[in-house]
């Protein structure tokens, strides 16, 4: 099993700056999507941002300009520094990571984990 754990959620004015953490773990043997999503109250869950093994990183609706997705392949980690925070940023931000894991009888097959959210609030 691969477990993905994000960090860094808190509460910031509107025009603040906020940067969010993922790190997968377990036994990973290659990562290579990794990505961000995000759901506000009483809506769906929408994707922000995703980014390959290569670097290439894509962006949908009002994330692009504001945020930026990155990655630290060494420490298995993703991250979301998001700027000019608007009040409609407010959600819970969750974590994607895919790729292949090794099993515990030893063979690799593919993963896609989620964690558990971390909640983002930007007040007016």
């Known amino acids: 099993q691969v477990q993905v754990v994000e960090f860094g959620g808190g509460l910031v004015e509107a025009g603040g700056s906020l940067r969010l953490s993922c790190t997968a773990s377990?036994?990973?043997?290659?990562?290579?999507?990794m990505g961000w999503y995000r759901q506000a109250p009483e809506k769906q869950r929408e994707l922000i941002a995703t980014?390959?093994?290569?670097?290439?990183?894509n962006y949908e609706g009002a994330a692009e300009g504001r945020f930026t997705i990155s990655r630290d392949d060494a420490r298995n980690t993703v991250y979301l520094h998001m700027l000019s925070l608007k009040p409609e940023d407010t959600g819970s931000y969750y974590c994607t990571a895919a790729g292949i894991q090794r099993g515990g009888d030893g063979f690799y097959r593919p993963f896609n984990s989620w964690g558990q959210g971390t909640q983002v609030t930007v007040s007016s």
């Open positions: 980014i390959s093994d290569t670097g290439r990183a």
């Open positions: 377990g036994s990973i043997v290659k990562i290579s999507d």
